[in-house]
Antibody, heavy 117, light 107 residues
Framework: EVQLVETGGGLIQPGGSLRLSCAAS????????MSWVRQAPGKGLEWVSV???????YYADSVKGRFTISRDNSKNTLYLQMNSLRAEDTAVYYC???????????WGQGTLVTVSS | DIQMTQSPSSLSASVGDRVTITCQAS??????LNWYQQKPGKAPKLLIY???NLETGVPSRFSGSGSGTDFTFTISSLQPEDIATYYC?????????FGQGTKVEIK
């Protein structure tokens, strides 16, 4: 069974850093495209970043230069390192598997990041 | 970036009604469009891919159509368990972009 479990969310002050993890089971992270998608409270879905199976990475303009997506193949885990956090980064962060065409066919349960002083 | 415009933003319908949601892309995206269902407090779930293909295990009352810039999502007979917010998403280009969502409620 395909499963994604995010951890690492919490309350952080503006300007701080946080690393989210997404542990996968039932498939191999490194063989798939993996994305982070976020959802601010009461708002819609926003794509954040993707890492392709070959290792290429891409980011939304709103997080470029502040967030870094990576993976640990030995742990079958996806990460999102978030630096210089802002209030507008407050959201539930989901990791999602991209089936290779751009469709997110598996999602984690989400982890809430709150940026506030 | 490709803008995705969904309408309506919310709707209320009776059980058994036919429900239709539209999604318009700001440029031609061929059939590179998905539809997701999100129930409160839950992650989104893929229902339709490639504009009109039903994801495995999804009830046949859900359907999608369209190509180019104009797309339609239909629930042929609304059921109580269909209460959710529905999103379209394009995957023609990065950044992937979503519509603003349509909240479906029971009248």
């Amino acid at each position: 069974e395909v499963q994604l479990v995010e951890t690492g969310g919490g309350l952080i002050q503006p300007g701080g850093s946080l690393r989210l993890s997404c542990a996968a089971s039932g498939f191999t992270v490194s063989s798939n495209y993996m994305s982070w998608v976020r959802q601010a409270p009461g708002k819609g879905l926003e794509w954040v970043s993707v890492i392709y199976s070959g290792g290429s990475t891409y980011y939304a303009d709103s997080v470029k230069g502040r967030f870094t997506i990576s993976r640990d193949n030995s742990k079958n885990t996806l990460y999102l390192q978030m630096n210089s956090l802002r209030a507008e980064d407050t959201a539930v962060y989901y990791c999602a598997r991209d089936d290779g065409s751009g469709s997110y066919d598996a999602w984690g349960q989400g982890t809430l990041v709150t940026v506030s002083s | 970036d490709i803008q995705m415009t969904q309408s309506p933003s919310s709707l209320s319908a009776s059980v058994g009604d036919r429900v239709t949601i539209t999604c318009q892309a700001s440029q031609d995206i061929s059939n590179y469009l998905n539809w997701y269902q999100q129930k409160p407090g839950k992650a989104p779930k893929l229902l339709i891919y490639d504009a009109s293909n039903l994801e495995t295990g999804v009830p046949s009352r859900f359907s999608g159509s369209g190509s180019g810039t104009d797309f339609t999502f239909t629930i042929s007979s609304l059921q109580p368990e269909d209460i959710a917010t529905y999103y379209c998403q394009q995957y023609d280009n990065l950044p992937r972009t979503f519509g603003q969502g349509t909240k479906v409620e029971i009248k």
